[in-house]
């Protein structure tokens, strides 16, 4: 009995002393030691978290102003790295990756509700590297190459089937480059080429036997065989033109470290 007297007692200060740490506390160098917290004006925690010679250390969180958590971040010693999952004001999980000071770098995963929407790589800020995109029932839609911050390399759409819809080459953020578009059944329709984001050279549009339509020739965007072909064509091809340029990008938060 007598010992377990003691163990409670033990409990007891313990609880205690942990609810009268010291906080936000600099050392006789001026360094910040120790657990830190912060609240918003109205009085509401804004963050909370442990520094190390001036340093932050090990878990933090970071709150919303109305209490619902907006980012868990871990901090590991001698490195600039931190791991980081985000939240938004309805404490639902947005992203998650890795910032490095204080910006996005490596692999970072979006999110909308529960679903992955997209896998983007970052270097020092700037989108670089592989990029996949996907639909509600997590299949992809999308991916594409990016280099400092720009479409760079190969853009593909997909049908929710997984079939191709359409591959488009960039070039510094343009389309630059062969240009193919599919049907449902994975039959080429249209295939061209652009420069400098403007259709250039021959386009042949095909019926869905495979057989050639007829073909379109191109300077700087502008058609120049309009005697070749009917109005019709040249009208349906232009309406076309409206919705075959750049995929989408998914709605997701860019904002930096919280």
């Known amino acids: 009995m007598k010992s ?3 163990l409670l007692a033990f409990c007891l200060l313990s609880l205690l002393s942990r609810s009268q740490e010291a906080v936000n506390k600099t050392d006789a160098k001026g360094l910040k030691q120790g657990k830190w917290v912060s609240k918003y004006t109205g009085g509401s925690l804004k963050y909370e978290g442990y ?3 001036n340093k932050p250390a090990g878990e933090w ?3 919303h102003e109305n209490g619902k958590i907006k980012a868990l971040m871990t901090y590991r010693p001698n490195s600039e790295r931190v791991f980081t999952s985000l939240f938004d004001e309805r404490g639902k999980l947005y992203a998650m990756g890795v910032f ?3 910006l996005r770098d490596s692999t970072w995963n979006f999110y909308s509700g529960e679903m992955l929407v997209s896998i983007e790589n970052y270097h020092l800020g700037k989108k670089e590297g592989k990029a996949i995109g996907f639909d509600q029932n997590g299949k992809k839609i999308w991916d594409r190459e990016l280099k400092n911050g720009l479409p760079d390399g190969n853009e593909v759409q997909f049908y929710p089937s997984g079939i191709k819809m359409k591959e488009i080459f960039f070039k510094e953020g343009k389309r630059s480059g062969p240009a193919l578009f599919y049907d449902e059944s994975g039959n080429i329709t249209m295939e061209g080429s652009y420069l400098d984001d403007l259709s250039e050279g021959t ?3 095909f019926a869905k036997d495979g057989k050639l339509q007829y073909q379109i020739e191109y300077n ?3 058609i120049v065989n309009k005697g070749a072909i009917d109005t019709l ?3 349906a091809f232009t309406q076309y033109d409206k919705i075959k ?3 989408p990008e998914p709605k997701v938060k860019e904002s930096g470290m919280p």
Do not use: S
Request: hydrophobic share 40%.
């Open 233 to 235: 064509q040249i009208n």
């Open 245 to 247: 340029g750049k995929i």
């Open 100 to 102: 490095e000071g204080n």
């Open 61 to 63: 969180k970071r709150y």
């Open 203 to 205: 386009w042949k549009f």
């Open 4 to 6: 377990l007297l003691l």
């Open 220 to 222: 700087k965007g502008d």
């Open 51 to 53: 520094f190390i010679q």
